[in-house]
């Protein structure tokens, strides 16, 4: 149903699709993306899979996600492994991904922005239109430039009485390759812009109590490179003090519990955990880190949300330590269930979530941002969302998801705001 507010047509009727890939781009031509099953001793399978060149995707207790090139993959069935296959021609998905049949008219309201991916340069003229159809509520802010020199981009929000109340922050596509991520902060953005103007008493509430500043790419750089060079790409583009390995992983950097273990990142600047040389010294989370100190300093910080995929996970503190639990957990496990119940009930796919605190529900992390904006941001709720799929299509997330995936979380977190000021625990400090 088309929305009952409009913004002037800014440009001829075309197609926006994801920016094409350079003629240099790193082809993913017959590569396949297998999961393989562990049956719980990741060990053994990763002692087996040690003859093989291969890159991993996603690994957990469970199973392992990796991308077979062409010349491996005789020898990677010969290791006769429990598996099975998420893309069989990874370079075919990414093709596919890229294209559309939908015409975008470049009004904020037209949903069909969320039938396909775009280019970087699109989602900086999308922020302008969403400011456009708020401009008495909103603002285009930045957090610092990323290490090429991009201003990080979003947008702030409120609703009556002016800014000034606590923060609702939300981060997308700190990994480059969760394209998802930032449709979907965009999507809740438009959400919030539209019920505000429609007189939704319940989004009226979240804007008049809450100051929203939503970033759906605190990683442009790498997402850019992403999209032109190597559509697998997960870090930052800055190099290393020595080495040609490039890229620090902004959410293995932030200052809390950054040197913690040494299970939750690495010291390597080849890995894609890659934590830097010391705690925010990448420029993307430094200038991060600069706004959630002066969120803390004045109104506070009521909910963080850093959205990523794939696993489908509400995760909360601690990250760095898998016994260790924050006294609030009680009330972010209490939201998260609820938070995950609607999303089931409001999905056709009946999409479930699992939740929890991170380091015990999915693997160690240290110096992530959740850990990092609860203790020193000190925010109420923290999170970690993993968004679609559980191992059907994983970051390649097809475009036909992208507008099930957004509408499933902002259903989500209308319970979610709406629980931020109950009260979860009895006079005795129990879980109600």
């Known amino acids: 149903m088309k929305l009952s507010f409009a913004t002037p047509l800014l440009a001829s009727l075309a197609v926006s699709v994801a920016a094409a890939p350079s003629p240099e781009a790193k082809s993913y031509d017959g590569y396949k993306v297998v999961r393989v099953k562990t049956s719980g001793n990741p060990s053994a399978v990763e002692a087996k899979l040690s003859s093989l060149s291969y890159e991993e995707w996603a690994h957990e207790h469970q199973f392992i996600d990796i991308v077979l090139a062409p010349d491996q993959l005789n020898s990677f069935e010969a290791l006769g492994l429990d598996s099975h296959v998420m893309h069989e021609d990874l370079g075919d998905s990414i093709a596919a991904e890229s294209s559309t049949t939908q015409k975008w008219k470049r009004q904020a309201d037209d949903l069909a922005w969320y039938d396909s991916y775009h280019s970087y340069a699109d989602h900086l003229e ?3 239109d969403l400011h456009k159809l708020f401009p008495k509520n909103s603002k285009i802010i930045t957090s610092g430039k990323s290490y090429e020199k991009r201003k990080i981009t979003g947008l702030h929000l409120w609703g009556k009485g002016g800014p000034g109340k606590p923060a609702v922050l939300y981060h997308g596509t700190v990994h480059a390759r969760e ?3 930032s449709k979907t902060v965009e999507y809740i953005a438009l959400q919030l812009i539209k019920g505000y103007k429609d007189k939704d008493k319940l989004v009226q ?8 500043y939503i970033i759906p790419v605190v990683n442009p750089d790498g997402f850019v490179y992403s999209q032109k060079s190597d559509r697998l790409w997960r870090k930052n583009r800055q190099p290393p003090p020595s080495g040609s390995c ?5 959410n293995r950097n932030w200052e809390f519990g950054w040197n913690a273990n040494a299970l939750g990142a690495s010291t390597d600047p080849c890995s894609q955990v890659y934590k830097g040389e010391k705690p925010s010294d990448s420029p993307e989370n430094h200038g991060l880190d600069k706004l959630v100190r002066k969120l803390r300093d004045g109104a506070g910080i009521k909910l963080y949300i850093d959205w990523h995929s794939y696993g489908q996970y509400i995760l909360s503190p601690y990250g760095y330590n898998e016994t260790l639990y924050a006294p609030e957990l009680g009330k972010w496990t209490k939201a998260a269930s ?4 609607t999303i089931r009930d409001s999905s056709d796919a009946r999409t479930t979530f699992t939740f929890g605190p991170s380091g015990a529900t999915l693997y160690t992390t240290t110096g992530a941002a959740p850990d990092h904006v609860y203790s020193i941001g000190g925010a109420d709720f923290s999170y970690t969302i993993e968004l679609r ?3 059907d299509f994983g970051f390649v997330l097809p475009p036909a998801q992208i507008k099930p995936t957004a509408v499933e979380q902002w259903e989500g977190q209308k319970v979610l705001l709406s629980l931020l000021d109950e009260v979860f625990f009895d006079g005795e400090g129990a879980a109600l």
Do not use: A, M, P, Q
């Not at 509430?205 to 929203?212: A, E, I, K, N, V």
């Not at 609820?338 to 119940?341: G, M």
């Open 126 to 128: 999308y922020y302008k």
């Open 179 to 181: 394209w998802i991520s």
């Open 205 to 212: 509430s979240f804007l008049d109590s809450y100051d929203f």
């Open 246 to 250: 490039i890229g620090r992983d902004i």
């Open 338 to 341: 609820l938070v995950s119940e």
């Open 389 to 391: 799929d559980t191992g």
